[in-house]
Each structure stands twice: as structure tokens, then as C-alpha cells.
Nanobody
């Protein structure tokens, strides 16, 4: 079955950095576009970044210039490098196989001084 396991979340001060990882199994990773989403308390889940099979990337305006999505097809792993974190980035971050119902359980990112 498809499994997506996120890791790398934690607590960080404003201006800090984190790198999230999403390990995938049960899918042919290289032929799927992938995305990172987040859900803050009391808010709807939103797309943060997406990467196509050809490594074309798209970002939410709120994270452009600060976050970088990447993928390692050999390791079946999706990454999200997050720099210059802000309190409004606090959320549970999820990875998703594009246009499928496959989601990980999420990893919590807390940005606070």
C-alpha cells in the first residue's frame, strides 16, 4: 500500500530553518508529481509547494524565496527546505502524491520566540 512518512518538523525561532522530508513507498515515485501542504490551527489545508516529474516547481506566494521543494527519485524522498521561518509558518505539514488521496500523517512545525 502507499505510505508517506513526513519527518523533520520541530520548534524553531523566527528566522530559523528546517528541512522536512517525506519518504514514500508503495508508489512509482518518479512518475508522480508531489506536493507539500500545511494546515494551521483553525485554518484550511493549503498548498505550500509542488514539484512535477520534470522538477518544475510552484510555490505559494507566502513562501516564495524562503522555501525550496526538491525530490530524490532514487531515494523516493520529497524535501522541503524552509528558511527565514516566520510565526505564520506554524502548521502541520503534509506531503501528498499529486491528484491522489494519498497523504502522510504530517509533521508539526512551530515557529515562536
Amino acid at each position: 500500500q502507499v505510505q508517506l512518512v513526513e519527518s523533520g518538523g520541530g520548534s524553531v525561532q523566527p528566522g530559523g530553518s528546517l528541512r522536512l522530508s517525506c519518504a514514500a513507498s508503495g508508489i512509482i515515485f518518479s512518475i508522480n508529481a508531489m506536493g507539500w501542504y500545511r494546515q494551521a490551527p483553525g485554518k484550511q489545508r493549503e498548498l505550500v509547494a509542488r514539484i512535477s516529474t520534470g522538477r518544475t516547481t510552484n510555490y505559494a506566494d507566502s513562501v516564495k524565496g524562503r522555501f525550496t521543494i526538491s525530490r530524490d527519485n532514487a531515494q523516493k524522498t520529497l524535501y522541503l527546505q524552509m528558511n527565514n521561518l516566520k510565526p505564520e509558518d506554524t502548521a502541520v505539514y503534509y506531503c501528498n502524491v499529486d491528484q491522489t488521496p494519498y497523504w502522510g500523517k504530517g509533521t508539526l512545525v512551530t515557529v515562536s520566540s
